[in-house]
């Protein structure tokens, strides 16, 4: 463990043995860590997360994460937590289970081994997500986790990714067939009267989020649009709502902030389909998601 990190933990020491005394979070400030770097830098982390709990006085997330900083710091096989370890909003389940899969990713190449310190910050601003989203009721915690957990995912995902490496001149061969095209145009569809996300829209935005990625999409334009049944002032507030949904989605899901995202509800004014007033139409229910490149 560094000098810097040894300072770190002996200063949450001492404001612990000032306060109220111990429970699980003094028992890990006592323990020498062991094992790999990447394992003394989660112990850090985990502390950190268990100390600013027991600053709230939640003593059982305190704990949990004190725990976790044992095993950590003992040497402990390295366990991301599971999604089912928490009792999450049903709606924000979808991003976090994205959001682990992309760490186990990392982690399968060698993140914990080659980048021990971002690896460990990625992990506890996971686990943090998952603690703070559980809880539901602190908004920028939940901003501040989430962020700086894509960050790192990031980072992390650029650092890992194959590097090109000169190659000495091929022989003439047939051409390659060309690759498959990335989409650029997404339509996510809603139910009637409603702006929540089916898990069908869920997984468009998924591979939206994808296809943003891949293209080194510039910019993205959401319209939102309701079919002509109802009233034409209440269509354009619902076409307004589902395009905030999935706008919502898409900064849960880790949209990097330099991509733009312009938006905007059109009511009942654009249909896909051609029907008359007051006709429900499944097809005119739904929200178009552009990509582009300026």
Same mark, same amino acid.
């Given at each position: ?9 002996? +200063? ?9 005394? /111990?429970?699980?979070?003094?028992? *890990? ?6 094992? #790999?770097?990447?394992? +003394? ?10 100390? !600013? ?19 950590? +710091?003992?040497?402990?096989?390295? #366990?991301?937590?599971?999604? =089912? ?20 990713? &990392? ?12 690896? %460990? ?36 995902? %650029?650092?890992?990714?194959? @590097?090109?490496?000169? %190659?000495? %001149? ?8 060309? =690759? ?22 869920? =997984?468009?935005? /998924? ?8 293209? @080194? $999409?510039?910019?993205? &334009? ?25 706008? *919502?989605?898409? $900064?849960? +899901?880790?949209?990097?902030? #330099?991509? @733009?995202? &312009? !938006? ?31």
């Amino acid at each position: 463990m560094t000098n810097s990190g040894k300072l770190l933990v002996a +200063g949450f020491a001492a404001a612990l043995l000032s306060g109220c005394g /111990g429970q699980q979070l003094g028992k *890990a400030l006592e323990i020498d860590p062991k094992g #790999s770097t990447f394992q +003394g830098h989660l112990y850090a982390e985990y502390i950190e997360l268990s100390q !600013s709990e027991y600053d709230e006085s939640d003593w059982a997330d305190s704990d949990k994460f004190a725990m976790r900083a044992i095993s950590a +710091g003992t040497g402990g096989p390295r #366990s991301l937590e599971k999604i =089912a370890a928490r009792e999450l909003p049903e709606d924000k389940v979808y991003a976090l289970t994205e959001a682990r899969k992309r760490l186990v990713n &990392v982690f399968g190449k060698g993140a914990a081994e080659k980048y021990p310190a971002d690896a %460990a910050h990625a992990q506890a601003m996971y686990e943090c997500w998952m603690q703070e989203q559980e809880e539901n009721f602190q908004p920028p915690d939940i901003k501040r986790c989430r962020a700086a957990l894509w960050d790192d995912l990031r980072k992390l995902e %650029a650092a890992l990714a194959p @590097k090109m490496m000169a %190659a000495p %001149a091929p022989m003439p061969a047939p051409a390659p067939a060309p =690759a498959p095209a990335i989409p650029s145009s997404f339509i996510v569809f809603f139910d009637f009267d409603k702006a929540t996300l089916s898990e069908q829209a869920k =997984a468009i935005i /998924g591979e939206a989020m994808l296809a943003i990625r891949q293209s @080194k $999409a510039k910019s993205v &334009v959401i319209t939102g649009h309701a079919d002509k049944s109802g009233a034409a002032k209440y269509n354009m507030e619902l076409s307004n709502a589902r395009v905030a949904v999935v706008a *919502a989605a898409f $900064a849960e +899901g880790g949209l990097d902030s #330099s991509v @733009k995202v &312009v !938006s905007a509800g059109y009511g009942e004014e654009s249909p896909r389909i051609a029907t008359a007033d007051g006709q429900r139409s499944a097809a005119n229910r739904r929200v178009h998601i552009d990509l582009n490149q300026y």
